[in-house]
């Protein structure tokens, strides 16, 4: 009988010393083996793995990939993770008590490939049975039935609200339709959606939509997420692709069947005899019905009559109407109702539970108000020097990144750049960019950061007016440089703790530049302040386009009409002067900021 192997795992490179000592030989042995292979190679020299592999079966040992075994072990924790996250609610509960439960459905992409018209062809030719009178009120959700099985679609197409449900703690899908126009092809917001299902772990199915114009080309469509790493499973890929026309229906029934094929590899369970608990999809405030939410339920059987907390909101359900607009008595996992009887509309993505009464549920309330006011008033920026601290403790075991260049010339070397700092670090910080693209950072990059713990990186962009507010309320680190190597410094100083603390900028004011004097000493710039104030002793930075002209500077003069002053207020006009830079042109943003320690 054959002895068996030992199995080693070996790096994609490795030296022959490093190599001998793995499998306790001698480094002679092993380079004599090399020879004989036709390798020259020294005993510092590095070997690549197929050739190592070589060395190790002549010397006894099975060779495996250990890049490959850490890969697939990382799908397997990302799979278990995200099933734990969205299923955390009945992570107790026993095996024997759980049943398969319908997938959930959410659709991303871009504002014109027809998500909405997806929607509605599958809701109209697929609506769940039993309903008595028809579709008579929208809830956000809705059920559909395919081959004696029922599927769950999220009504709310978009990956903002898709990420803002992640934010709050719901993964907010089982599985995610990326929709893409065959006449149009990959755009930018069809990047930005797949980034953020990627982001949340959820399986992706493709939908090429309007497959019946006489442009479209899905093998295009194809061929450009194959470059996103989105593989079509005709092309040998993990990704399903289905081609449909939302208009006569054709393709329809094939992208059901695949979204239960895809849904049936999750292992989707619940519990539906634990006591109810899931996901608000959305709510409102009704003249002559007060509070109406819409409920998805995750776990247990939500009944008529229990008292629910929904984030700050609670109340005793007083009616409950399905996605037909019947009343009904109760609600199973996967299943979205309407209800009546919450004191306030919760927020999109709260999770809810039952508690035992109106009593339990105000003290609950009351603890959450005040942990929300302690946590406001205390909670500190998540910043690119916590993440090695909080990799040591054991809470992070990857740096998540957003990228943001001027071109995209800038980004493609600067995010490969940082993806070989993530291969080259020996703590083992695996770093994640989450979003690469060109253009300043929007509140949009920001929500995804608050909802994945990332930090951005602007590389000679600017930040948005309501990224700026987002990223105070969101606790959301936003760094901004100039010079490529200072940002991969960071990068790399971060992944191995060696950060020191620093000063940020934070803005304080900005201004448009609506018109340029020139005077005998150089140029002055007119301008409109347009949110914030300008500070006489503040530093400034000049924008044009999305492009940052001028880092840091200082303010030479700032004038009110003829008078110096120290600031000028939001609606104002004022004229102003920078030191070493007069080169203004109309439609230029002066951005005035001071530098607050942020470590």
């Not at 070996?10 to 380079?31: G, K, Q």
Request: hydrophobic share 40%; glycine share 8%; net charge negative.
């Amino acid at each position: 009988m054959a002895q068996e192997k030992q199995v080693i795992l070996l790096p994609d490179f490795i030296t022959v010393r490093e190599f001998a000592e793995l499998i306790d030989a001698s480094p002679i042995e092993v380079m004599k083996k090399l020879i004989a292979s036709g390798i020259m190679a020294k005993i510092n020299q590095q070997i690549d793995f197929e050739t190592a592999a070589i060395v190790a079966e002549e010397l006894g040992f099975e060779a495996q990939s250990a890049s490959a075994v850490a890969k697939a072990e990382e799908d397997q924790r990302r799979i278990e993770q995200s099933t734990q996250e969205w299923r955390k609610v009945y992570s107790d509960e026993k095996a024997e008590d759980l049943i398969e439960r319908p997938p959930i459905i959410t659709i991303l992409g871009h504002v014109d490939h027809g998500k909405t018209t997806l929607l509605d062809t599958i809701r109209k030719a697929h609506v769940a049975e039993g309903e008595a009178g028809g579709i008579t009120q929208h809830i956000g959700a809705y059920r559909v039935q395919h081959d004696g099985r029922t599927l769950t679609f999220l009504d709310t197409p978009g990956h903002e609200a898709f990420t803002a449900m992640r934010a709050r703690g719901a993964n907010g899908a089982d599985v995610a339709i990326l929709v893409v126009a065959a006449d149009d092809g990959v755009m930018p917001t069809t990047r930005e959606a797949l980034s953020h299902a990627r982001a949340a772990n959820v399986p992706i199915v493709v939908a090429i939509t309007k497959v019946d114009k006489n442009n479209a080309n899905a093998d295009r469509v194809k061929q450009q997420l194959a470059e996103l790493e989105l593989v079509p499973d005709d092309w040998d890929g993990d990704t399903m692709m289905v081609p449909v026309n939302s208009l006569s229906g054709d393709g329809i029934e094939d992208l059901l069947e695949a979204l239960l094929l895809v849904g049936g590899e999750q292992n989707i369970v619940a519990n539906p005899g634990a006591e109810p608990s899931g996901v608000v999809i959305e709510a409102q405030m009704e003249r002559n019905r007060g509070t109406v939410a819409t409920l998805l339920v995750l776990n247990g059987t939500l009944r008529r009559g229990d008292t629910i907390v929904a984030g700050t909101s609670y109340g005793r359900i007083r009616a409950m109407f399905d996605d037909t607009g019947a009343q009904v008595n109760e609600a199973a996992p996967s299943m979205p109702v309407s209800i009546l009887g919450l004191n306030e509309p919760p927020s999109p993505g709260e999770p809810f539970q039952q508690v035992k009464n109106e009593k339990v549920a105000r003290v609950i309330v009351g603890d959450k108000l005040d942990a929300i006011q302690d946590r406001d008033s205390t909670t500190p920026q998540m910043t690119l020097e916590d993440m090695f601290a909080q990799f040591t403790a054991g809470q992070v075991k990857e740096l998540n990144l957003i990228v943001k260049a001027d071109v995209q010339g800038s980004l493609e070397p600067l995010v490969s750049s940082i993806e070989e700092l993530s291969g080259n670090n020996a703590e083992g910080i695996r770093v994640r960019i989450l979003q690469s693209d060109v253009g300043n950072i929007s509140e949009n990059d920001v929500t995804l950061a608050s909802a994945s713990d990332a930090v951005v990186l602007g590389f000679n962009v600017g930040v948005d007016n309501a990224a700026k507010r987002a990223s105070e309320t969101h606790h959301v680190d936003i760094r901004q440089y100039s010079i490529i190597y200072k940002l991969l410094e960071d990068v790399e100083l971060a992944l191995h703790g060696m950060l020191e603390p620093v000063y940020k900028p934070r803005t304080v004011g900005s201004a448009e530049v609506r018109a340029v004097f020139n005077i005998s000493k150089g140029n002055v710039a007119g301008c409109y302040v347009l949110d914030g104030e300008i500070r006489r002793n503040a530093k400034a930075r000049v924008l044009r386009g999305n492009k940052v002209i001028v880092e840091e500077t200082t303010f030479s003069s700032l004038k009110r009409v003829k008078d110096d002053v120290r600031e000028v207020r939001a609606g104002f006009e004022c004229g102003i002067t920078l030191n070493k830079f007069d080169n203004f042109e109309e439609g230029d943003i002066i951005e005035c900021f001071v530098m607050e320690r942020v470590s």
